[in-house]
């Protein structure tokens, strides 16, 4: 019997399953994503910008303190070496949020840098990932200088080097495993977010760095922009590991040459 004139056969309901959803508001983030990386958005790469400069500087400051001072632990025998040894290779494992706060009470108002005003700003960062960055490249650098010290010990004695001297002679022969423990340095600051967090405050547009950002985002739905950034991260720690490895075939090119 055919349809009365008026009434319509229903149809069935389509519901999409949650999981399709998802799919694309996946495939619609990640599109974003790398939309805003190829047009090379402003707000996206100012905040890009703003991480590399301060771990490039952290890391610089941690280099310029931690490579003396691990060539110092390496090469002289004193009272405690053995406990300094064991406190830089356990402050390689410092929880970040440990230093954030830390930082963050030396630099609040009723702390003692607190007149100088740097918390909440890029400077504060820059500290927090310098405490961070500093043992590594420290304890990385000692046990280098401590190999080619064993080494090399007998003929810097022959000729006469002290110790003092023959640091900065250790630190130039060990150049290349020096500058992968530079790199990281730099790969733990780069992805640092818990002490930058902390004495950072993440303002946009002041202290907000690609993992503070990162979190934000993600925690607000907006998946593009954590996405992107998160992308760019990743390619940073690539190409960490890539220079690293460079580093060390270069190294191994110039002793077996």
Known sequence: MGALPGNREEQPLRIRHPAFRMDVMFTQ????AF???ATLDAQLFAIVGLSLQVSV???AVAAVIGLPLGAFVAVFDFRGRSAAIALLNTLMGLPPVVVGLIVYLMLSRAGPLGPFGLLF???A???AQSILVLPIIAALTRQTVADLYGEYTEQLQSLGVGPVRAIPTLLW?????LLTAILAGFGRAIAEVGAVLIVGGN???VTRVMTT???LETSKGNLAIALGLGIILLALALAVNAGALFVQGVAQRVEGG
Do not use: C, K, Q
């Not at 983030?29 to 974003?32: D, K, L, P, V, Y």
């Not at 022969?173 to 495993?177: A, K, T």
């Open 29 to 32: 983030s990640f599109g974003t």
């Open 35 to 37: 939309e805003l990386i």
């Open 57 to 59: 500087i952290a890391v």
């Open 121 to 123: 700003t890029p400077t």
């Open 125 to 127: 960062m820059v500290i």
């Open 173 to 177: 022969d060990g150049r290349y495993s």
């Open 203 to 205: 303002i946009n547009h």
């Open 213 to 215: 950002t990162i979190a």
